[in-house]
């Protein structure tokens, strides 16, 4: 069988989508013969992202471009060509707009993968006539993708949940929950992936501190909390001199100004890519991953929770990372700060230890049952759709 998947221009190498669509294809390739990724023209990082996917069972990279000219394009690869693949995938709230009318006169399957949403998205972004014109012209493209899609694929329960109560029209059978995973080969680094001089030098550092080790992945933006991180880590940091703080991130220099400011002492800054961060996590007790609450968070899933877990890492969270602040809670994996108090720079008296060998393993335990619980579930919904079954 054959597949097309359409993929978001936020695809670059260094993105938890970027990541989610390597997992994806590694999972479908057990259903489909040939994959075809279609890239948006000119995404930033393609070459990048080509290096980290590493697909080699992709058949090929089609650059397209979100214009109409995309949709009598492939209108021509139907009916010229007539070599149509088995289901459509589509990851772009935009090209899903474009395709759904003629996916439905073909009468070839589309999923409409749905991994945030968008239009709020947008609205928290802009201000004034743009974001009411963006705002609004994205919950039509989404209102009409739910109703044109076969199969719509979510990264949360709670997502389901906010379609379910927003369109009571929409049937729970259509939708399928896939978290935002980790790839498959995520967790296997091998030694030539290791880091250059400096980053061995803050490894050293790391493996010889005799305290909890902390760690921070991620850029600097608003919607990570990354500045509410350091005010709490602060806060650790003032009760503890053992403690140290790894930041992985690209943006060194704004991250080194807020440590600069704050006067934090025990931090280690370091631009990682990707591939060598399961290193690094091997060395962490806890890993920050803090959100405010929203909807737009409220119905995420944070690719960095489960990376976490599966290297025995315990996440500190808020009450609003998805659907992980309520399933963590109720196994008792990692620790909880309230929003509240995370705004006033501290824990409220939450200790902090290096973590146990069996706390490490409840926590690589609960991140596998997890992903094993949707993945199955997932690839029957799509075999079904494409050997000519309903959803």
Not at 3 to 26: L, N, T
Not at 185 to 195: E, K, R, W, Y
Request: aromatic fraction near 12%; glycine fraction near 8%; charge should be neutral.
């Amino acid at each position: 069988m054959k597949m097309w998947m359409f993929v978001d221009p936020g695809v670059y190498a260094h993105s938890g989508y970027s990541r989610r669509v390597k997992f994806e294809i590694q999972l479908l390739r057990q259903v489909f013969d040939e994959i075809t990724l279609w890239v948006p023209f000119g995404v930033d990082g393609l070459e990048e992202y080509e290096s980290l996917a590493q697909i080699r069972d992709v058949g090929a990279f089609r650059p397209f471009l979100l214009n109409f000219r995309t949709y009598t394009g492939i209108f021509n690869n139907f009916t010229l060509q007539n070599q149509p693949p088995d289901l459509i995938y589509v990851q772009n709230l935009q090209v899903a707009n474009l395709i759904v009318g003629l996916v439905k006169a073909s009468k070839i399957p589309l999923i409409f993968d749905y991994h945030g949403l968008v239009s709020k998205e947008y609205a928290m972004n802009e201000v004034g006539i743009k974001k009411f014109i963006g705002s609004n012209y994205y919950n039509i493209c989404e209102s009409r993708n739910l109703i044109g899609a076969s199969l719509i694929t979510v990264v949360s329960e709670n997502f389901k949940k906010y379609l379910l109560n927003k369109y009571s029209d929409l049937q729970e059978e259509k939708i399928v929950v896939l978290p935002m995973l980790p790839g498959l080969d995520f967790f296997c680094p091998t030694g030539q992936d290791f880091p250059d001089a400096a980053g061995r030098e803050v490894f050293q550092k790391i493996k010889n501190n005799p305290g909890p080790n902390f760690c921070y992945i991620g850029q600097n933006q608003e919607w990570q909390l990354s500045e509410e991180t350091l005010d709490f880590y602060l806060s650790v940091e003032n009760e503890s001199n053992n403690c140290l703080l790894t930041i992985l991130s690209h943006d060194q220099g704004e991250f080194r100004k807020l440590v600069l400011n704050k006067g934090l002492k025990n931090v280690l800054l370091y631009s990682a890519q990707h591939k060598i961060v399961p290193h690094f996590l091997e060395l962490m007790d806890y890993g920050f991953v803090l959100r405010k609450p929203c909807m737009v968070n409220y119905v995420a899933s944070p690719t960095k929770v489960l990376e976490y877990l599966s290297s025995g890492v315990l996440p500190i969270y808020t009450e609003s990372v998805g659907d992980f602040s309520v399933a963590l809670t109720a196994v008792g994996v990692g620790k909880q700060v309230s929003y509240k108090n995370l705004l006033k720079g501290k824990g409220r008296g939450m200790e902090f230890a290096k973590v146990s060998e069996k706390s490490r393993e409840e926590a690589k335990r609960f991140a596998s049952s997890y992903v094993d619980q949707y993945r199955s579930n997932y690839l029957d919904r799509v075999y079904r759709l494409a050997s000519g079954g309903t959803h």
